[in-house]
């Protein structure tokens, strides 16, 4: 008996995220299904929604970037359809997986946000993590709303985190 289409997603993203021991974003997972087209982007969204509603998968929201990472209901209800996702898409994913894996845990592991303090100022929380460990924790204060978000971006782009860290190892270890 064939998958219908939308449980075949679900199991798709189930399977992406059971295989990484990091969360991964919304578009890392719908880049995923465009570049191999097996759906659209909208399909993608409500496979995400439904798979949250049922408690399969949680999302935390950071800058406006959703990280996804599967529950212990939706690791038990993966175990179950184990064989339902035809060899060919699972080895499509499992390859996407390996071969972007230093890409997509770089990408899940800086985390930036903004918040609005008791004084009016801004403060910059940015973060580095590995996994479950935290490599750098800083806290910078920002005088308005435009400067903690460009700090923000900043952080999460490019190579501005990574060269911060390696300052600070640097200047430390002297």
Not at 49 to 56: A, C, H, Q, R, S
Not at 140 to 156: F, H, L, Q
């Amino acid at each position: 008996m064939a998958l219908e289409a939308s449980t075949l997603y679900k199991l798709i993203i189930m399977h992406m995220l059971e295989k990484v021991d990091f969360p991964l974003t919304n578009s890392q997972i719908t880049q995923f299904f465009l570049e191999n087209e097996y759906t659209n982007y909208f399909n993608v969204q409500k496979a995400l929604n439904e798979l949250i509603e049922d408690n399969f998968v949680f999302a935390n929201v950071n800058q406006n970037t959703s990280y996804y990472h599967l529950t212990a209901e939706g690791r038990e209800s993966r175990s179950f359809f184990d064989n339902k996702i035809p060899n060919a898409i699972v080895d499509e994913v499992d390859m996407y997986l390996f071969e972007n894996k230093y890409e997509l845990r770089s990408e899940a592991g800086k985390i930036s946000d903004y918040y609005r303090t008791s004084s009016g100022d801004y403060m910059v929380h940015c973060q580095i993590k590995e996994g479950d460990s935290t490599l750098i924790e800083l806290n910078v204060a920002a005088p308005d709303k435009d400067t903690a978000s460009r700090m923000c971006m900043a952080w999460d782009s490019g190579e501005t985190s990574q060269d911060i860290y390696q300052f600070i190892i640097d200047n430390l270890i002297k």
